[in-house]
């Protein structure tokens, strides 16, 4: 048989480096207009560091099912040589034949192929890399609910800065109207001089406190940007206020320990990875079983490129394990270990899981109930202070009470803002605890 190009050019492609192209990673893209909660959560979701990472390690996990997939596919390998040698004869052993050839050439060209037919250990390998990456990909999911969920507070805490220096401007425009009417009562000498000193001292107070909660604002600002892994100088503008939300949430805790059992991503990885450690360990027992594999050969060889000739073998080899030094009865125990080891992890989770159900519901009810008390405060503190202008215009009291008022007002606020923040922190922790922020609203 002559050396066909065929072959020739097989073993060049088989020789050739496979080139590998690497996806260039996204990079943030900063929102364009106003963004809701829901945004930021998206947006913390998809471009949350540890969400991206995470990510990526799907990718590797996914590789790694193609490498044990690999152990099932054909082997294909290909070689060319060339010798220049000389013989001694007599080292044969052929009777009256002696003595060294002259020196001469020879060329090979090999291909070579192997095929597994059936091995049980592998196909367990393959399906145990199948469910990790299956358990990669659920702990993605978690990763971008945990960085979703991140993005969301820091919006909160964004929202709450917002709502406080907008409390602050108008706790100095009720200030500046109250030192306004001290000076004219002090003017018409119906108050004395002190009332006007302790209107000041009120109005230079809440003065500091709107610089502090504008402080707080930019502060909270670059956190969301951080969340959202935004550049520190892109510009955000929030759509939502701290009012109330809609929920479509079990809150009955029973109810919503049995939902999070079913909907959380991290106990879903979990129970991909007792799969997959309980797939291991079948995988390691099924190497007791015998394997079937075929292989062959195909060369053509000769002294000369334009006479080369071509021969091949093939071989259905057929292995039967019977002892490797009891390596295999200490992997089973090792893994088996591992096996109780995960199915302890499992169900702590499960635990963890269904408590942190009841306690973001128990969390939901109370800061609604927080939402409405801060508001009855709010309303008492703005009547009192509104009584108290009026017994000071008439002068039958002094500055001391549109004071002690004013301040009553302005811890009312901070104190309905807080509770509307952690109404909403609350609301973001059910929807997470219970594995459906995506569904938040």
Same mark, same amino acid.
């Given at each position: ?209 709107? #610089?502090? $909660? !504008?402080?707080?604002?930019? %502060?909270?600002? &670059?956190?969301?940007? +951080? @969340?959202?892994? =935004? *550049? /520190? ?36 990885? #979990?129970? $991909? !990875?007792?799969?997959?450690? %309980?797939?291991? &360990?079948?995988?390691? +027992? @099924?190497?007791? =079983? *015998? /394997? ?150």
């Amino acid at each position: 048989m002559r050396c066909s190009l065929p072959l020739a050019a097989a073993l060049v492609v088989l020789a050739a480096p496979s080139a590998s192209a690497q996806r260039p990673m996204a990079q943030p893209v900063a929102p364009t207009g106003p963004i809701t909660l829901l945004d930021a959560i998206t947006l913390g979701r998809s471009q949350g560091v540890n969400a991206a990472i995470a990510q990526l390690n799907v990718g590797e996990a996914n590789a790694r099912v193609g490498q044990r997939r690999a152990d099932l596919l054909p082997n294909l390998s290909g070689g060319a040589t060339y010798t220049r040698q000389t013989l001694n004869l007599a080292e044969f052993g052929f009777p009256g034949i002696t003595g060294v050839t002259d020196p001469f050439s020879v060329y090979r060209l090999q291909v070579r192929a192997s095929q597994t037919l059936f091995d049980a250990s592998l196909i367990g390998r393959l399906r145990a890399a199948r469910d990790t990456a299956v358990a990669a990909g659920l702990d993605a999911q978690a990763a971008g609910e945990v960085a979703g969920a991140t993005a969301g507070l820091a919006y909160l805490r964004a929202l709450s800065a917002i709502e406080t220096v907008r409390a602050r401007e108008a706790d100095s425009a009720i200030a500046a109207t109250l030192l306004d009417q001290a000076r004219q009562l002090v003017g018409a000498g119906v108050s004395p001089a002190i009332d006007q000193t302790r209107s000041e001292v009120s109005f230079a107070a809440v003065r500091t406190q709107l #610089e502090v $909660a !504008r402080n707080g604002f930019d %502060r909270s600002r &670059l956190d969301l940007l +951080r @969340a959202l892994d =935004l *550049p /520190s100088g892109s510009r955000l503008e929030l759509a939502d206020s701290l009012g109330p939300g809609a929920l479509d949430l079990p809150l009955d805790p029973d109810s919503a320990a049995a939902f999070a059992r079913e909907h959380r991503a991290e106990l879903a990885a #979990e129970r $991909a !990875r007792t799969l997959s450690a %309980r797939r291991s &360990l079948g995988a390691i +027992r @099924a190497e007791y =079983l *015998p /394997s079937l594999g075929l292989s062959g050969q195909y060369q053509q060889s000769g002294q000369r490129t334009s006479t080369l000739d071509g021969s091949y073998n093939v071989q259905l080899q057929l292995t039967v394990p019977i002892l490797d030094g009891f390596g295999r009865q200490n992997r089973v125990k090792e893994q088996s270990l591992r096996l109780e080891v995960q199915q302890i992890r499992e169900r702590d989770l499960v635990n963890q899981v269904e408590t942190e159900a009841r306690q973001a519901v128990l969390d939901l009810a109370s800061a609604r109930q927080q939402v409405a008390i801060a508001g009855d405060r709010l309303r008492l503190a703005e009547q009192e202070l509104a009584q108290a202008q009026q017994r000071f215009q008439a002068g039958v009291a002094g500055s001391v009470e549109t004071t002690n008022a004013q301040s009553s007002v302005i811890a009312a606020r901070d104190a309905l803002i807080q509770a509307r923040v952690n109404f909403g922190t609350a609301r973001v922790g059910a929807y997470r605890s219970l594995g459906v922020i995506d569904q938040l609203k």
